[in-house]
């Protein structure tokens, strides 16, 4: 073997290894995340890089990156003498998160549609729209058969990924980074809810990228803020009859 092959040889393996460390940290985070989310780890719960690693069967480093990347949701904080926690529940803030969530989300809608509507007027989309709505159409089409199993757990997941598609379609990182920050606390919210909410929730999606294909900015903006806003309506609902159960 060369010394040019033996090199080669090399920078492949490193660059295998960099890749599964790259998934490695994006598994673990999803796996904090979800046991933050479905209640398995309390809020204020003090988390201890060691004790997470010998849980997640990680070294420190991917679990101090997911924790970072927690904190930026708002499902981390790290706190001056003690350390990384679980954020409060959001249930105080539940109001406050979804009127952020009607404005922003409406606003992500109506971009996402006028974007559209370019693409009608020109030349047609481009392959980077063309991707993302595939990506829409899978989500979609996974919510419906995790609804038909009634595996609701992946529905939040499935949620927020649609939600996601819908601001990568607005072509605005500015809304992609306001709900970054306040998609953990969504997903946590939505997930109290989950099983009440979710399936009605779920064909409301297919509305809402109806009225963005066909370029509708009006009503791509009032399909979001309604499906938002039942969202909210039925999260209180159930909020109201926990004390008589």
Do not use: C
Request: no cysteine; proline share 3%.
């Amino acid at each position: 073997m060369t010394d040019s092959q033996h090199s080669r040889r090399e920078d492949d393996r490193a660059g295998a290894a960099e890749s599964d460390a790259t998934a490695g940290r994006a598994d673990v985070g999803a796996r904090i995340r979800n046991d933050i989310i479905q209640g398995r780890i309390a809020p204020g719960t003090k988390l201890r890089e060691v004790a997470l690693a010998e849980r997640y069967a990680v070294s420190r480093i991917p679990i101090r990156e997911a924790l970072r990347s927690l904190e930026a949701e708002g499902l981390v904080e790290s706190r001056k003498y003690s350390g990384s926690v679980v954020a409060p529940s959001p249930v105080d803030d539940a109001e406050d998160l979804f009127e952020i969530r009607t404005v922003l989300e409406a606003a992500t809608a109506k971009r996402a549609a006028k974007r559209a509507a370019e693409f009608h007027a020109g030349d047609g989309p481009d392959e980077q729209w063309r991707a993302l709505r595939r990506e829409v159409d899978d989500i979609l089409d996974a919510g419906d058969i995790v609804i038909g199993q009634e595996s609701y757990e992946e529905l939040a997941v499935l949620n927020m990924r649609f939600h996601f598609a819908v601001a990568e379609l607005s072509g605005s990182l500015s809304f992609i980074s306001l709900l970054r920050q306040i998609s953990g606390k969504i997903e946590w919210l939505y997930s109290l809810n989950l099983t009440r909410r979710g399936p009605q929730a779920w064909p409301e999606h297919r509305e809402i990228i109806a009225a963005i294909d066909a370029g509708q900015q009006a009503e791509a903006a009032e399909v979001m803020a309604r499906h938002v806003r039942r969202s909210r309506d039925s999260y209180f609902a159930m909020m109201a009859e926990r004390p008589q159960q």
